[in-house]
């Protein structure tokens, strides 16, 4: 399969050890991340992968996608039409997901989220794994992965404040979006006094805020130095001067 070198995708799997041999789920997505900017379209599409040795069943459902207190949450939603909503892919196929829009979009940003799940097959093979007992524990993995859609103008943008905060040994540091587009933290390293606390990608919607907390950050002195990959790819540093 060609596209593999080429593939920008996220290769979310499981393997079991089956009597000396593996039973292996790989999956992968192209593009990870929807972006739609409305002022040009209203549609978009992704490309699922089966990278494993066994045909696999999905279904999508789109959500739409808040925070609030910090904490996702998930909609049902008649906004976004997707096609198709069920299908199967055999061993090192593919398949693509169309989505588009069925509400006018304003100036502020949408965001959604392609909820893809697993199913199980008819007359799937079990994985038998030996326990302690010498018996077989019959496991059946299904997966789900949860594909993040914004649909937003080029005009929209993110207008993110910082507030720092001690908890023991802890910093705390809550990013603030006033703006009206969503930003992203990925390959986030918070530094200061020479010690380094490393997080998970996360973002800020608009008009939502989220709280981080930076590990043994607390204790030590100086500024607060914050670098990351924004939303645009942008490599970004920040220094943040403590009281």
Known sequence: MSYLPYLRRLLLGSALAVTGSALAQTFGFAPTVIQINSEQTLNSQ??????????????????????????????????????PTEFTIPP??????????????????????????????????DASVPNVGGTGTSLNLVLSFSLP???????????????????????????????????????????????????????????????????DLGSATGPLTLSFTNARGEKVHETLALP
């Open 149 to 215: 859609v914004y649909i937003a103008p080029s005009s929209a943008a993110a207008k993110i404040s910082y507030a720092v905060t001690r908890d023991t040994g802890d910093l705390l540091l809550k990013m603030t979006n006033a703006g009206n587009r969503h930003e992203t933290y990925n390959n986030f390293v918070a530094e200061r006094g020479g010690r380094q606390a490393t997080l998970n990608s996360w973002a800020v919607l608009k008009d939502s805020d989220v709280t981080v907390r930076l590990s």
């Open 46 to 83: 992704t490309t699922v992968y089966n990278l494993g040795s066994a045909p696999a069943r999905f279904t999508v459902t789109p959500k739409v996608w808040s925070l609030q207190g910090g904490q996702t949450v998930l909609e049902d939603t008649r906004d976004i039409i997707v096609n």
């Open 92 to 125: 090192g196929g593919q398949q693509i997901i169309r989505m588009g829009l069925r509400k006018k979009p304003g100036a502020d940003e949408l965001t959604y989220r392609l909820q893809v799940r697993q199913q199980e097959l008819p007359n799937s093979d």
